[in-house]
């Protein structure tokens, strides 16, 4: 159903949404939100860590909307010590080196160094890396679509 | 930035750009990237000379030297030409405002991503339409991620020289 023949009530029940935002383009957004979704279920890295890496990119890039979504259930102690995470004993050697290579990406990918990236890979090798690599992209590009179209809600359902 | 490749590709050679990079190691997300590379060069109303634009305005702010070099063939058939990306590099004015409005998007995307307050809003609406818009930042989505993702994982040279390459499909 295009967007322009469906009834107002449909219409208002989805504002603020990524499906709304997009109506005019599923042919893009579906293709988007399935290689979004396409990240919690890898056998290369845990989804726990995926959820942690997003929650600090939400922070850095300070969307309060990224940060509320929940996409994978946490501890409320791993919520908490997220800003603080290289001195918290909540979190995993793994987890840690994930975070901190999230961390320098966030910042500037130029500037993610041969150690950080060893770091990841010793924990989840090459394959893990390059999901965490492609993982941080597509979770920024959400975080930032989010921020833009000024949504209230992150949950990628296109239309 | 480090030269040195920090994974090993798949050692196929099938011919297509993604597949046989170190993006085809993950194979849950392969078909996806497949699929929306095809979806973002062919399913929207940007022609492909605006959707490399965008593309290489974004790889100047990335730094990414590979996605710099890169023209796609079907961009310059579409009329994309050399002095169109020096203007835009050099903010020398020789844009149109078509193409001012698509880098001014760009740029508030990557450095003030939010709500586009109602002046650049407006420029936006004088000159794309509201799936242009969406099709722009979906795009973005797409090659800002994927630049980034080509930095770090290593392996790129200080320079490279323009080459031109086909969209993987």
Not at chain 1, 86 to 100: G, I, N, R
Not at chain 2, 128 to 139: D, F, G, K, W
Request: some cysteine; glycine content about 6%.
């Amino acid at each position: 159903m295009h967007y322009w023949s469906q009834p107002m009530a449909d219409i208002n029940a989805d504002a603020g949404t990524y499906a709304r935002a997009t109506r005019s383009l599923a042919e893009i957004a579906q293709p988007f939100a399935a290689l979004y979704r396409a990240f919690w279920t890898l056998e290369s890295l845990p989804a726990e860590t995926l959820e942690l890496c997003r929650l600090r990119q939400a922070q850095l890039l300070g969307s309060d909307l990224a940060w509320r979504h929940e996409q994978f259930g946490l501890s409320a102690q791993q919520r908490e010590d997220l800003k603080h995470w290289p001195s918290s004993p909540v979190y995993s050697d793994a987890e840690k080196a994930c975070l901190e290579f999230t961390e320098i990406h966030a910042m500037d990918a130029r500037a993610i160094t041969d150690a950080q990236a060893d770091a990841v890979k010793q924990h989840y090798g090459d394959v893990g890396l390059v999901a965490l690599v492609q993982a941080l992209g597509v979770f920024d590009a959400v975080t930032r679509l989010g921020l833009i179209w000024d949504l209230e809600t992150l949950e990628l359902n296109a239309s | 930035m480090s030269i040195k490749p920090r994974v090993q590709s798949p050692r196929s050679d099938t011919g297509n750009l993604i597949r046989d990079s170190a993006l085809g190691l993950v194979p849950e997300t392969l078909p996806h990237y497949l699929q929306l590379t095809v979806a973002i060069w062919d399913k929207g109303p940007l022609t492909p000379a605006e959707i490399e634009l965008a593309r290489l305005r974004n790889a100047g702010h990335v730094g990414c030297v590979m996605c710099q070099a890169v023209r796609y063939d079907i961009a310059v058939e579409d009329g994309l030409s050399e002095e169109v990306v020096s203007s835009m590099r050099a903010e020398d004015g020789g844009l149109t405002a078509r193409q001012q409005s698509i880098v001014r998007f760009v740029d508030h995307y990557l450095h003030n991503p939010s709500k586009p307050d109602p002046e650049l809003q407006t420029a936006l609406d004088e000159q794309l339409s509201e799936v242009e818009q969406v099709h722009l930042a979906l795009l973005m989505a797409y090659f800002n991620g994927f630049s980034r993702c080509a930095v770090a994982l290593g392996g790129m040279p200080d320079s490279m020289p323009r080459m031109e390459i086909s969209v993987p499909r």
